[in-house]
């Protein structure tokens, strides 16, 4: 039987091991898929050498930089992004082969496009600057938006909370939400912003989805803004894991 999983830590709900399990069910693919919950990515490579059945992972926070030093290659958009959150075991000779590929940027473009209208969205600010918020820079500049990161510390090319004035959210229209504020059970946070400088204009993107909708898309929608959550991104990631497991590289 071969396997598939996903690293991180920690783990606790995880949308990977639901749906694909549920695929290889409803697909009779005789495939299992697991939760490798690990407190360091040097604990890779014991999975690795238990596990001779695996053909693909999954990675999640906080190893999407972490794990790069262990792949024998990565895809030029993983490169250029600097995350991996897919990985591709295959076995050659006694060796096994990784390499690393971002299902994220390809989730997320898929899903924030048809919310974009080139008329109105030309900037963006991004809330994180985790390895997803390194996707979700990628994609945003590949439709042809200019990011700007948000942070709450000093940090070089990014701006700080306090910085972002109703000036800032009128001109950087486009607000992803790459941080973990507002997720369950913590639903009663969401990041400060001049929330009601926002309009019909505004496009709120939050990558958590759990809850449905998070305070912070609750409070743009007030304003009109139109708003979005990660369950999408998460589905057409699913689907890209799925393809560059079995070659299908994009």
């Known amino acids: 039987m071969d396997k ?27 495939a299992k898929y697991e939760n490798y919950e690990i407190v360091s990515i040097d604990e890779l490579t014991e999975i690795l050498d238990s596990t001779p059945e695996l053909r693909g992972l999954n990675v999640t926070i906080p190893y999407k930089e972490k794990v790069i030093p262990f792949l024998d290659s990565i895809s030029p958009e993983a ?16 060796k096994t082969i990784l390499k690393g590929f971002n299902s994220d940027v390809i989730g997320f473009t898929q899903s924030i496009e048809p919310m974009i209208d080139k008329k109105w969205h030309k900037k963006a ?26 942070s709450r510390y000093e940090r070089p090319d990014t701006i700080q909370y306090e910085k972002v004035t109703p000036e800032v959210v009128k001109e950087y229209n486009v607000i992803v939400n790459c941080t973990p504020l507002g997720m369950y059970p913590n639903t009663d946070v969401c990041p400060k912003l001049p929330y009601e400088a926002m309009d019909n204009h505004t496009i709120l993107y939050d990558l958590i989805y759990n809850p449905d909708q998070t305070l912070f898309m609750r409070k743009g929608a007030e304003y009109g803004a139109e708003v979005k959550n990660g369950l999408e991104m998460l589905l057409l990631q699913a689907f890209a894991s799925w393809e560059f497991w079995h070659g299908k590289e994009k």
């Not at 490169?79 to 006694?94: D, F, L, M, Q, S």
């Not at 390895?131 to 990161?149: D, N, Q, R």
């Open 79 to 94: 490169r250029a992004i600097g995350a991996v959150n897919v990985i591709r075991v295959t076995h050659e000779k006694n």
């Open 125 to 150: 600010l991004i809330l994180g600057t985790g390895g997803a918020s390194k996707a979700i820079c990628y994609g945003l500049k590949s439709l042809g938006i200019e990011p700007v990161f948000v």
């Open 4 to 30: 598939y999983g996903l690293i991180g830590y920690p783990l606790g709900h995880s949308f990977s091991i639901s749906y694909f399990n549920q695929k290889f069910a409803d697909e009779g693919i005789n």
